[in-house]
């Protein structure tokens, strides 16, 4: 189990043993290692966004805007990229969209 989550780039999972009689594995939710996201090949800005959202829950595309430097078009362009490979999903539509982790 170890050596497949280091191959997928997956945290490894803990074993917890529970007063001799009870055995855990406690796999972490966490799939966006910086291992994974290095294979999908994001920018710096895009591993930000990432950052981002794992501590506040969502982002906005102006919030992007604001950690990236981007005008309104690049950041559009980098967010659906990160729709695009799986690690957003858009919450709404138009100006009011978050992005959450998928």
Known sequence: MIKQCRNLG???????????????AIIARDIFTEKVLSRL????????????????GRITNKE?????????EGARVDLNDLVEKGVLLPKS??????????
Do not use: C, H, M, W
């Open 41 to 56: 090949g994001l920018n710096e800005r895009q591993l930000k966004a990432v950052k981002y959202v794992k501590e506040k």
């Open 10 to 24: 997956l945290p490894e999972p803990e074993f917890v043993s529970i007063r001799g009689v009870e055995f855990r």
């Open 64 to 72: 992007y805007r604001e950690i990236s430097g981007l005008s309104d």
């Open 93 to 102: 539509k138009g100006r009011n969209t978050n992005y959450v982790l998928k």
